[in-house]
Every structure is written in C-alpha cells, then in structure tokens.
C-alpha cells in the first residue's frame, strides 16, 4: 500500500505484503544443516540412511546428537538404581523434536523385545540432555539392554 509519506512518483517500488518462508524445525532443520543441498535425498539423509558407514542411522544419530557425516561410536549407556527400578542413562540430543526412545532387552544377544520404560530428564550435559529411562525390574536387571529412536 503506498503512503503519503513521500511526494508524488517519488516512490520506485512498494511492497503490500510480505510471506517469509517457514522455519524448518526438528529432524528437517537438522537435515538441512547436516547435508546442505542434498537434505532432500532419501539415501543420504533420509532416516534410515547411514552416510557415514558407522551402523548408526541418521534417526539415531539426530536423537543421540551426534554427527550423521563422521564415524561415531554407539552412545555408552549408564544404570542407575533406585529400589525396584533402574534407570538406563543416556546422552541425547537435548533439542530434538519429533522422536521418542525406547528400552529393549535380551538375554542372548539374539531375540530383543521392547520393555515398557519410563522417560524423565537427567539434567543438562554441555549441550545434550542426560535421559533416564526407569526400567522396573521384574526379573532382576539380568540381560543386555539397548535405547533405540523413533518417529513420533
């Protein structure tokens, strides 16, 4: 809309409105910082994608924090106990959006099903979040244990 502001023809150009792109949030942001042009390619930077080589998916590696384009190591998992539950600690990407983590458990390393868990924040650790998942133990803490990610 032109104002009044400046004399006549004086203007050259004026804007009626204005639509900003919106800001990318969660695992797109992510994407997009990490793989630049090529955050839109299934094979490299999709979910399930493993550019790096490293085992780890590019889901896991957005929800632990870690680098999708640099080998790096499965985050270590700490045990805590209080009375009957234990809490599986983990460090995690404390800005993720739109994923969740879940326990698994196995005692031979072969067959693993999901245990219900009970997420709750650890406190800031530079710049991930310690994550505590409380797992009750029915049967003792006997097993291995693995934290996994997912879309929510």
Do not use: C, H, Q
Request: aromatic share 8%; no cysteine.
């Amino acid at each position: 809309m032109k104002d009044s502001s400046v004399g006549r023809d004086a203007d050259k150009v004026w804007v009626d409105s204005v639509k900003l792109p919106a800001r990318e949030e969660g695992l797109v942001a992510w994407r997009i910082e990490k793989f630049g042009d090529d955050f839109d390619e299934i094979y490299v930077s999709g979910s399930l994608a493993d550019p790096d080589g490293d085992g780890l998916v590019n889901l896991a590696e957005y929800g632990f924090g870690l680098d999708p384009l640099a080998i790096s190591e499965v985050p270590n998992l700490g045990i805590s106990r209080v009375g009957s539950t234990s809490d599986l600690e983990v460090l995690v990407n404390g800005s993720a959006v739109g994923v969740g983590f879940y326990v698994m458990k196995s005692v031979d390393l072969v067959g693993w099903s999901e245990v219900d868990s009970v997420p709750s924040d650890g406190g800031a650790v530079g710049d991930k979040m310690l994550l505590k998942l409380g797992v009750l133990e029915e049967d003792g803490l006997k097993g291995f244990y693995r934290v996994g990610v997912r879309s929510e």
